[in-house]
């Protein structure tokens, strides 16, 4: 199984940046796709950007231009830069990993715990 854990959320000014890290652990056989999702109050979850472990991305239109995803496969990490953040990015983000498991090299995929992106002046 993988574990996701996240970090470097918090609060932030509109206008400001935050980069946010997620680093798979635990048994699998190999990562494939990493992304990252949200969820804010009272709406459901919703795709922020995602990348696959050949290098493509795949970002919401509201996070186009101003959010980049990355990831170190070596390290089992993705990243997340946010920059230009406005209130409306304010939300719980969390980490996403479809991986193929050891032995039976099974699809599946986990999730983080997520983590608080709060943007406020």
């Known amino acids: 199984q993988v574990q996701l854990v996240e970090s470097g959320g918090g609060l932030v000014q509109p206008g400001g940046s935050l980069r946010l890290s997620c680093s798979a652990s635990?048994?699998?056989?190999?990562?494939?796709?990493m992304g990252w999702y949200r969820q804010a109050p009272g709406n459901q979850r919703e795709l922020v950007a995602t990348l696959t472990r050949g290098g493509s991305t795949n970002y919401a239109d509201s996070t186009k231009g101003r959010f980049t995803i990355s990831r170190d496969n070596a390290k089992n990490t993705v990243y997340l830069q946010m920059n230009s953040l406005k209130p409306e990015d304010t939300a719980v983000y969390s980490c996403h990993a479809a991986y193929m498991t050891e032995i039976t090299l099974r699809l599946s995929e986990a999730w983080g715990q997520g983590t608080q992106v709060t943007v406020s002046s």
């Open positions: 635990g048994s699998f056989f190999r990562i494939n796709d």
